[in-house]
């Protein structure tokens, strides 16, 4: 009888095993939301945003970051290291990217904020990660980007840091 519960247990396994894969996309999410790892910015119409909800009282720093995932032959940078910003207010920064191959390549920028109680008071209007870069041979591009962050975030967070990476679209 033992011999066949061995085969049994062993079919068993792979089934374990698919389900805890599939399982792994919400439990990252729950670990992320504990921790404040991997925050996702929001994204907003500019018309939603009530001027009149601006905190002057207040300042955050914002702090940008870039970098490319290996194979994108890409340079990418923010113009400006940081900004000192009231919440409720409308901001604009520009990253620039440049191509450094000889043929058009693509590529698609994944944000992310820390720590991640802030990320749901990080809302874009407009971002370049909205969509996938094409750039030619050697092309130079500045790309803005248009923030808000909400007038309820937390009066504990005082320093916010956005951070980008691009990754290749291209296949091979």
């Not at 907003?44 to 970051?65: N, Q």
């Amino acid at each position: 009888m033992k011999q066949q519960t061995s085969p049994l247990k062993l079919a068993l396994i792979p089934v374990l095993m698919f389900g805890f894969g599939f399982a792994l996309v919400p439990l990252y999410d729950v670990f992320c939301d504990i921790t404040g790892l991997n925050g996702k910015t929001g994204r907003i119409e500019a018309s939603e945003i009530d001027a009149g909800l601006v905190d002057d009282s207040r300042i955050i720093t914002v702090r940008f970051l870039a970098q490319t995932n290996t194979g994108l032959p890409w340079s990418f940078e923010p113009l400006v290291e940081k900004m000192e910003v009231h919440p409720g207010q409308v901001y604009e920064a520009v990253y620039r990217v440049r191509s450094t191959s000889s043929q058009a390549t693509k590529g698609q920028a994944v944000p992310s904020v820390s720590p991640g109680l802030a990320a749901e008071h990080f809302n874009k209007t407009e971002c370049f990660c909205f969509v996938q870069q094409e750039l030619g041979p050697l092309e130079v591009r500045d790309m803005p980007m248009r923030f808000v962050i909400g007038p309820n975030i937390s009066d504990k967070i005082d320093q916010v840091t956005l951070s980008y990476t691009f990754f290749s679209l291209d296949r091979g």
